[in-house]
């Protein structure tokens, strides 16, 4: 079985920019979802895809977008990047949209 | 009033001893509770689900929930320094967004 996978690792970043990271889902699962750990909190439900439409939203501004790929995988982009976006982004994968879920180890995002 | 709400700790307890961690939620719909580990620098890891009030073993580690008090807690029995973590309380009310709270963060000391 394989687990979750994200991608980059790190990534440094100006204000202004915009980024995109990947995540791999665990290996039968269809459902996606992307959390945003900023140091010292708990992580922050930013949304969800199931079946490659987004299947709820946490409250994120609309420049956080995402996509997920008919192999399940899925692209979290940000654009018009600040400094407060410096956070560890998860991934999460779980089957048919549950809550269940197993995370990826993260893709940890500097904005300078 | 945050909608998971858990004491940051830090914890310490003895090795070999019982650690108790506890979590309070907001939302009355929530059916679905889980409690994650942390370790420093890494993603959290599923530990434990519960569903319905009452107790839940595996292994050292049991979860409670009441859900008439709103309150789940965690315990782990014959603490190691290994559990040395922070452990994150989320909830769910059903698909789709999992609450998380700040996390505690337990110290075992050998």
């Known amino acids: 079985e394989t687990g979750v996978t994200q991608s980059p690792t790190h990534l440094i970043k100006t204000r202004g920019q915009q980024v995109t990271l990947r995540c791999s889902s665990q290996?039968?699962?269809?459902?996606v979802s992307w959390y945003q750990q900023a140091l010292g909190q708990g992580p922050q439900f930013i949304f969800q895809?199931?079946?490659?439409?987004?299947?709820g939203r946490g409250n994120f501004p609309p420049r956080f977008s995402g996509l997920q790929f008919p192999n399940y995988s899925s692209e979290l982009n940000v654009n018009a990047l600040e400094l407060d976006d410096s956070a560890l982004y998860l991934c999460?994968?779980?089957?048919?949209?549950?809550?269940?879920?197993?995370f990826g180890p993260g893709t940890r995002l500097t904005v300078l | 009033q945050k909608e998971v709400e858990q004491n940051s700790g830090p914890l310490s307890v003895p090795e070999g001893a019982i650690a108790s961690l506890n979590c309070t939620y907001s939302?009355?719909?929530?059916?679905?509770f889980f409690w994650y580990r942390q370790y420093s620098g890494k993603s959290p890891e599923l530990i434990m689900s519960?569903?319905?009030?009452g107790d839940k073993e595996d292994g050292r580690f049991t979860a409670q929930l009441n859900k008439a008090s709103q309150y789940v807690s965690l315990l782990i029995r014959d603490s190691q320094p290994s559990d040395s973590a922070t452990y994150l309380c989320?909830?769910?009310?059903?698909?789709?967004?999992?609450?998380f709270g700040i996390g505690t963060k337990l110290q075992v000391i050998p």
């Open positions: 999460a994968s779980s089957l048919d949209g549950g809550n269940e879920q197993f």
């Open positions: 290996s039968g699962h269809n459902t």
């Open positions: 895809y199931y079946r490659e439409e987004e299947n």
């Open positions: 939302d009355r719909g929530s059916q679905s």
């Open positions: 519960i569903y319905s009030n």
């Open positions: 989320a909830t769910s009310g059903g698909y789709q967004k999992v609450t």
